[in-house]
C-alpha cells in the first residue's frame, strides 16, 4: 500500500482511473450542493451589534466588560428571550418534553453568542433564519440586559433608602428627645446660651442684681449639662444630615431611567446568509469523496500485485 502511494504511483493511479475519479468527483461536488442547500440545511442569517458597558460600578477584579458578559449570558435573560420571541415553537421543541429546557438552552446557544473583544466591548451575535428577527433579538437582548442591571441597581439603592430612613428616623428621635430636655432647662432656669450667658451673669453679680444672681446658681447647678446637651444635639444634627444626603443620593439613583450598554454597532437585517457555507461544504464533500476514493483504489490495486505476485 505504501509503494502505492509514492508520488509517480500515485499519478499513475490517477491516471489510470481518471474517468472513475472524475465521476466520483462530479458526484461529491453534486452531494454537497445538495447538502448545503435549503431543502437539506436551513439557510441562517445573522445580525450582530458590539456594546460597552457604561454606568457600571466595579467589583473586587471583575471589570464592567466581564460584568456585562455574565450578565448577557444568565439563564434570567436566556428565559426572557425565550418568552419574548416563543423560541419553542421557532425552534420546533416540545415543551412538555422532560428534557425542555436542556434542548432550549443548547439550541439558544447554537444561534446566541456572547463574546468579548479585545477592545474591552462585547460582541452579541445571533444566527436566524428570518434576518429581521436575528436584529430583533439582538436588539431584545441588550434592552433585557439593561433592565436586568436596571433591576439589580434598583435594588441596591432602594436598600440603601430603606437602611438611611430608619437611620434618620433614629437620629431624628434622638433629637427630639434632647431638645425636650434642653427645652425643660431653658423654660425652668431661663439658661438659653451658656457661653454668651456666664459673662453677663458674672458683671450682675459682681453688682448685687439678685436676677443674676439667681441666674448664676441655676448656670452653676445646670450649665455644664444643658452644654453637654447642645453639644450632643448638635452633633446628632450632622449625623442626621449624613444620612439625609445618602438618603436622598440613593433615591435619585433608584429614581433614574439610563442606559448601561452604549451601542457603537447596531444590529440590522442581513440581505445574506451566513450559513451554512456552501463552497466551504462542496469543497470538503469533493475533497472527502476523492481521498475515499483513492483509498479504495489504492486496495484494489494492492490486491492485483498480491494476486499477480502470486
Request: no cysteine; net charge positive; proline share 3%.
Amino acid at each position: 500500500m505504501e509503494k502505492i502511494f509514492n508520488n509517480r504511483t500515485l499519478m499513475g493511479l490517477i491516471s489510470k482511473w481518471r474517468i472513475h475519479l472524475l465521476m466520483v468527483s462530479l458526484l461529491s461536488i453534486a452531494t454537497g450542493v445538495f447538502i448545503s442547500s435549503p431543502i437539506i440545511i436551513t439557510p441562517k442569517y445573522k445580525s450582530t451589534a458590539i456594546v460597552y458597558p457604561t454606568n457600571l460600578f466595579e467589583y473586587s477584579k471583575e471589570s464592567t466588560t466581564e460584568q456585562m458578559f455574565q450578565i448577557l449570558l444568565s439563564n434570567d435573560i436566556k428565559f426572557k428571550m425565550l418568552d419574548a420571541f416563543n423560541l419553542d415553537k421557532h425552534y420546533n421543541l416540545d415543551r412538555n418534553n422532560p428534557q425542555f429546557i436542556t434542548n432550549f438552552l443548547n439550541e439558544y446557544d447554537d444561534n446566541v453568542s456572547i463574546n468579548k473583544t479585545e477592545y474591552e466591548s462585547v460582541e452579541i451575535k445571533v444566527l436566524d433564519k428570518n434576518p429581521k428577527q436575528a436584529a430583533a433579538m439582538v436588539d431584545s437582548l441588550i434592552a433585557f440586559y439593561n433592565k436586568k442591571v436596571g433591576d439589580l441597581h434598583k435594588v441596591k439603592q432602594k436598600e440603601m433608602i430603606e437602611i438611611m430612613g430608619k437611620a434618620m428616623n433614629t437620629k431624628q428621635q434622638e433629637i427630639d428627645s434632647i431638645e425636650n430636655l434642653l427645652t425643660e432647662i431653658r423654660s425652668k432656669y431661663n439658661i438659653l446660651n451658656y457661653n454668651l450667658q456666664a459673662p453677663e451673669v458674672t458683671k450682675g453679680v459682681l453688682s448685687g442684681n439678685k436676677q443674676a444672681i439667681e441666674l448664676y446658681k441655676n448656670l452653676e447647678l445646670y450649665g455644664g449639662k444643658f452644654r453637654h446637651l447642645d453639644s450632643l444635639v448638635n452633633n446628632y444634627r450632622k449625623e442626621y444630615l449624613k444620612f439625609k444626603a445618602f438618603y436622598e443620593n440613593a433615591k435619585r439613583e433608584y429614581e433614574k431611567n439610563i442606559s448601561y450598554a452604549l451601542v457603537v454597532q447596531k444590529p440590522f437585517p442581513a440581505d445574506k446568509k451566513s450559513y451554512p457555507v456552501r463552497w466551504a461544504i462542496t469543497l470538503l464533500t469533493w475533497i472527502g469523496g476523492l481521498v475515499l476514493a483513492l483509498i479504495i483504489i489504492a486496495f484494489i490495486e494492492s490486491k492485483k500485485v498480491k494476486v499477480e505476485a502470486e
